[in-house]
Nanobody, 128 residues
Framework: QVHVVESGGGSVQAGGSLNLSCAVS????????MAWFRQVPGKEREAVAA???????TYYVDSVKGRFTISQDRAKNTIFLHMNLEPEDTATYYC??????????????????????WGQGTQVTVSS
C-alpha cells in the first residue's frame, strides 16, 4: 500500500502562483510514474503533468506547458507542481503514483482511475 497526500492548494488571483506538494510513502525511485490530474465538478478528469520517479523525466499537457513545472525531491519522497495560474486552472488537483510504464510509454494522460494510488485532492481556485 502506497500512501499519497497532496497539499498546497488555495485561492489566488489570476497571474498568481501556487506550489502543490505530493508526499508518497515510498522512495521516489520506486514510486514509478507520478502524475497530477485535475477535475472540475461535472467535467472529466484532465491530465496535467507527470514525472518518472527513477529518471526524473517530465511530461506536460499542452495547456500547461510553460506555466507549470513538475519536480521531485527524493530526500523528501515528494513531488511538486509549481503553477502560474489563470482562472481556467480552477479545479481539484489529484496526485497519483503508479506503474512506470505510464511514463515510459507516455500513456499517462489516459491513466485509468482504478490504477495506482491516488491522493484525496487539493482545491485550487483562481479568480479573475
Amino acid at each position: 500500500q502506497v500512501h499519497v497526500v497532496e497539499s498546497g492548494g488555495g485561492s489566488v488571483q489570476a497571474g498568481g502562483s501556487l506550489n502543490l506538494s505530493c508526499a508518497v510513502s515510498v522512495n521516489l525511485a520506486n514510486a514509478g510514474c507520478m502524475a497530477w490530474f485535475r477535475q472540475v465538478p461535472g467535467k472529466e478528469r484532465e491530465a496535467v503533468a507527470a514525472i518518472h520517479g527513477g529518471s526524473g523525466r517530465t511530461y506536460y499537457v499542452d495547456s500547461v506547458k510553460g506555466r507549470f513545472t513538475i519536480s521531485q525531491d527524493r530526500a523528501k519522497n515528494t513531488i511538486f507542481l509549481h503553477m502560474n495560474l489563470e482562472p481556467e486552472d480552477t479545479a481539484t488537483y489529484y496526485c497519483v503514483s503508479g506503474p512506470s510504464t505510464y511514463c515510459i510509454r507516455e500513456t499517462w494522460t489516459s491513466w485509468p482511475a482504478g490504477i495506482g494510488y491516488w491522493g484525496q485532492g487539493t482545491q485550487v481556485t483562481v479568480s479573475s
